[in-house]
């Protein structure tokens, strides 16, 4: 067990390192079934290094799906043991963050919507005080660094060493392109103040739709970004959440294989 445990520890920390990294699972979990095929056909892939699953969904408004719950964490469990992937989940209370390492989910983030509040940010890191986790950050749903920088100081007193940014997009009034305005410039700034941070890109919630994922994931390639984390569903139109922009994990596969990559990520 402790021999399983220190091994993925490793795998996680090789993963950090990796450029692209390349995240990729449901919105949200829904079934054992539906995560672990998810998780088995990407894995089949080759091109995944992590797989994500939203357990716990804050959704804007009430009325739609909030997540299976802590049920859903040993499936994310059994898909880890299935394919070897490390797992991440989001987490947005001191409760969440305790179910999920429970269960050993390797890597945790927090959500556009949790960046936002400085108390709810507070609270996970309190909550992951003296554990050794890596932890990715959304930047807050509107356009301001310093919510994004204050959420990162607070992780960071915490104690956690590796930390990483997921650059989702920013809403705004009306309907535009995109369902969150990249407003690439401020990823550019963010990254600019924190080098020594990983800079993931999110098509997926930027896009909001299929058509265009590949083009705002060559956009963050380009723009030197990190890595990046799409949604992947294996019947996308069927999701319970954030059907438009899911792709299945063949597709996903073969979206990763569509983009052009720097020569270094070759
Ligand atoms: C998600 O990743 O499914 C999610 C809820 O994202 P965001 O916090 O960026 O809206
Ligand atoms: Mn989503």
Redesign the pocket.
């Known amino acids: 067990m402790q021999q399983t445990s220190t091994t993925m520890r490793e795998t996680v920390n090789q993963v950090w390192k990796k450029r692209p990294i390349i995240i990729s699972g ?3 979990a829904e079934t054992e079934e539906q995560v672990l095929e998810t998780a088995t056909r990407l894995a089949k892939t080759g091109r995944v290094d992590m797989l994500r699953a ?1 357990i716990w ?1 804050p959704r804007t408004r009430p009325g739609s799906f909030e997540g299976i719950g802590t049920k859903g964490l040993p499936w994310m469990q059994q898909a880890k043991k299935i394919t070897g992937l490390p797992v991440t989940v989001e987490v947005a209370t001191a409760k969440q963050v305790e179910d999920a390492l429970t269960f050993d989910v390797d890597v945790l983030w927090i959500g556009a919507r949790t960046t936002v509040n400085p108390f709810s940010v507070q609270e996970v890191a309190d909550a992951l005080r003296g554990v050794d986790v890596p932890v990715l950050i959304k930047n807050p749903i509107n356009p301001d660094l310093e919510l994004w920088t204050g959420a990162v100081e607070r992780v960071a007193k915490a104690g956690i060493k590796q930390i990483g940014l997921i650059h989702r997009g920013f809403s705004s009034y009306g309907n535009t392109e995109y369902r969150n305005a990249p407003m690439w410039h401020l990823a550019i700034e963010m990254k600019r103040r924190n080098p020594e941070l990983l800079m993931i890109n999110d098509p ?2 930027i896009s909001g739709r299929r058509d265009i994922l590949l083009d705002v994931a060559q956009k963050a390639i380009d723009l030197d970004m990190d890595g990046l984390i799409i ?1 992947s569903h294996i019947d996308p139109d069927k999701a319970w ?2 059907a438009k ?2 792709v299945t994990p063949e597709r996903l596969g073969e979206m990763i294989g569509q983009i052009v990559w720097r020569k270094e990520d070759i």
């Open positions: 449901p919105c949200s939203g969904k997926s919630h949604e959440s954030d922009q899911q």
